[in-house]
């Protein structure tokens, strides 16, 4: 079997891709709102970069200072930094939890110590030891992957697929070294790690054009939740509400089950206003948002759709289930809205709710029905719920 490849050509590609898909990153970096894992990331193309020709320039030059234990260096510290970018845009600190940031400054430490000692003598010493600690690298990042729970997955999946066969390879690399010098296995060392060495190359280059596609998604997320959420509460906000709760209905009516639409809407809250000013008023209503998210379910669709106007869809139309939920939410605003941040704000809400059978009215029904209802507890004195059936 041929193993050449040409390295040159392949290397200068590699240095290429990781320049221009630095340079990418780092202008989302400064596009984007700063967010410090497009540093990291670009920062990572760019140490691999300084890495690769520092240690291209092996053959020409004999200075192992900078062509072995430089060139090692920037090359561990590529995929720490990737590392690093995915600890950050999951918002933990750089290093990760406490215990992993320990675990990485040992192996740190043993990898750079390990590096001095052999550096001048034993250049395939040197890459073992870098294969060694980038595979660590790598499944600790796969594992980090793991716990991020966003969506969409792909990008994700993308990047632990690659991290995972890149590690791959540098384990065989650190195999075929240790069986070499334990005389295990007669291989042409050269040629098999030059072909290892290509792979490594293609695999940093995947991952440098991954880890974009990365921040597109994460942009676009961030987009959608400016433009379905509402900036005081983050609940989603009054078309978001309608959509989802109309894709509820939908599902609803298909499975031939049901649906409650509730309205809640503040009791005199203009005095609130009047009395205590406006950043009080926010204040509270931030609160009566997180009593809604705190008291319904994961699953239950829950908005801010005016003022002091909030509305949520629960999957069930059992009366004393529905009762029950929105007794507990009543209760719990009457009594955390009684003092709100040292100020007797007594806040109450009035609540009206409509549950369907599955026929084919439009959420736009039941949300009407839902108002109605929730004016009558107006009518009869605030401070309750008021609780109809739709009949069609
Ligand atoms: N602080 C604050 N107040 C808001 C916001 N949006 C609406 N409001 C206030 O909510 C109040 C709503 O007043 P009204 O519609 O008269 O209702 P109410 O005083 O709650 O009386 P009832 O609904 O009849 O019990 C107004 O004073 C609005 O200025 C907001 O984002 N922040």
């Not at 070499?180 to 060495?197: F, N």
Request: net charge positive; proline share 2%; with cysteine.
């Amino acid at each position: 079997m041929d193993l050449n490849v040409h390295l040159p050509t392949l290397m200068l590609l590699s240095i290429a891709v990781n320049l221009l898909v630095g340079g990418l990153l780092w202008a989302v970096y400064h596009l984007r709102r700063r967010q410090a894992c497009f540093r990291l990331w670009a920062l990572a193309c760019a140490t691999f970069v300084l890495g690769s020709l520092l240690a291209g320039a092996r053959t020409l030059v004999d200075l192992p200072l900078l062509t072995v234990l430089a060139a090692h260096l920037l090359l561990g510290a590529s995929p720490l930094l990737v590392l690093a970018g995915i600890h950050s845009l999951m918002g933990v600190s750089a290093t990760g939890t406490r215990r992993s940031s320990r675990f990485l400054t040992v192996a740190g430490v043993v990898y750079v110590a390990g590096l001095l000692i052999c550096f001048h003598s034993d250049a395939i010493l040197a890459r073992l030891l870098t294969a060694l600690f980038s595979a660590l690298l790598f499944a600790l990042a796969i594992g980090r992957l793991l716990t991020i729970r966003r969506k969409p997955r792909l990008p994700f999946r993308i990047l632990q697929t690659l991290f995972a066969v890149h590690g791959l390879l540098l384990m065989t690399q650190v195999l075929v070294i240790v069986g070499d010098r334990a005389g295990l296995v007669s291989v042409d060392l050269e040629a098999v790690l030059t072909l290892i060495l290509a792979n490594h190359l293609l695999l940093a280059s995947a991952t440098a054009m991954a880890l974009p596609l990365l921040a597109f998604t994460e942009a676009e997320r961030s987009l959608r939740f400016l433009a379905e959420r509402d900036e005081l509460t983050q609940l989603h906000n009054r078309r978001s509400f309608l959509q989802l709760g109309a894709a509820a209905l939908d599902r609803a009516k298909r499975a031939r089950q049901s649906i409650t639409v509730l309205m809640i809407d503040l009791d005199y809250f203009k005095r609130i206003n009047d009395r205590w000013g406006h950043d009080v008023g926010d204040q509270a209503l931030q609160m009566v948002a997180r009593i809604m998210v705190e008291e319904l379910r994961d699953e239950d669709v829950v908005g801010r759709i005016g003022g002091e106007e909030f509305a949520a869809v629960l999957n069930t139309n059992d009366r004393h289930e529905v009762e029950a939920i929105t007794a507990r939410l009543r209760r719990k605003l009457e009594e955390r809205g009684q003092i709100v941040n040292g100020l007797p704000l007594h806040l109450s809400a009035s609540i009206g709710g409509v549950a369907t059978q599955p026929t084919r009215e439009d959420f736009s029904d039941l949300m009407r029905a839902a108002d109605q209802a929730m004016y009558e507890a107006k009518r009869k004195g605030r401070n309750r719920v008021e609780l109809h059936s739709l009949v069609t």
